[in-house]
């Protein structure tokens, strides 16, 4: 039978057509939830130039003209109050409590994925129970511990927190990776008389070290965005960042513009440290996802 060469010719099986629709579904599906939660981030960025009368109008008005004068009421140009003590503190209590659990979890992990640890599944679990605790839950012992201790209004408590608040989900992170390491290298560095160290240093480390800076990016933003411990255990000398931005709510009103111009300043280290480690993060969760 001759086929019309001026008809539309079909390209697969019907299976194979089926699943290009699927697909194409389930990617424009994806893209419209993408979009989704992109524009509260987006509206929150215009807002944030405009003037404090065109965000405050309902409805919103969309094309009014951009302005600077939440971001100079932000950093203080007619009030003097400077943001920049909160951003430090936030900065130093992230960064530090991120390099220490690093530093804890990635020992750890390497006990359970790859040394002969007995009953690991248990001790992932103990770690993971330690999460169970609603965080409100233990705030009352944790403000009378450190009110005795005289740690109340101090950083370092806050580096203490976020270290044991991250560690239990970066020993579990961390394990998932350094167990895709392969072994022959380990038994590799072991003839040749490499320590601990050495081999955490020099074979561990760069191979799992896209998992190592999704673990490291995971505990940044955790870090940067607790409030809880925060605002309870801090004052005028370790309010961090998110202490800062609730502290813009005041009796005299909310501000629009100022407010989120502050939460866009606030939101820029997250995602700055987010687009720096995307590839990485990508290989990192990927890594730890496929075996």
């Known amino acids: 039978m001759n086929r019309n060469p001026l008809a539309p010719r079909r390209t697969g099986s019907p299976a194979t057509r089926r699943r290009r629709r699927t697909g194409t579904l389930l990617g424009l599906t994806a893209w419209l939830c993408g979009i989704g939660f992109f524009l509260p981030v ?7 130039f405009h003037s404090e ?7 919103p008005s969309v094309g009014a003209g951009l302005s600077l004068h939440g971001y100079r009421e932000f950093f203080g140009a007619d009030s003097g109050v400077s943001p920049w003590p909160p951003l430090i503190n936030s900065l130093t209590a992230s960064v530090v409590a991120t390099v220490l659990v690093l530093l804890l979890a990635i020992p750890a992990a390497y006990a359970l ?14 770690f993971l129970s330690t999460k169970m605790l609603p965080l409100v839950a233990g705030l009352l012992p944790v403000y009378l511990v450190a009110q005795n201790t005289g740690m109340l209004d101090s950083i370092w408590l806050l580096v203490l927190l976020y270290t044991s608040m991250n560690l239990p989900i970066a020993v579990w992170m961390m394990r998932s990776f350094l167990a895709e390491v392969p ?3 380990l038994e590799a560095a072991s003839i040749d008389g490499a320590g601990l160290t050495c081999t955490l240093t020099r074979i561990v480390a760069p191979v799992a070290m896209p998992g190592i800076a999704a673990t490291a990016l995971i505990s940044f933003i955790f870090s940067w965005n607790e409030l809880l411990f925060a605002r309870v255990l801090t004052g005028i000398v370790a309010g961090t960042s998110p202490v800062f931005l609730t502290g813009l709510v005041t009796s005299q009103g909310l501000f629009l513009a100022k407010v989120c111009a502050a939460a866009t300043v606030i939101s820029l280290p997250v995602i700055v440290a987010g687009f720096a480690a995307q590839d990485k993060l990508v290989q990192g969760l990927s890594l730890g996802a496929v075996k």
């Not at 987006?42 to 944030?48: D, H």
């Not at 009368?53 to 409805?59: G, I, R, S, W």
């Open 42 to 48: 987006a509206w929150m960025v215009l807002t944030s």
């Open 183 to 185: 072994v022959e290298m």
């Open 113 to 126: 994925a790859i040394k002969p640890v007995r009953k690991w599944s248990d001790v992932l679990f103990f």
């Open 53 to 59: 009368t065109d965000a405050a109008t309902n409805p």
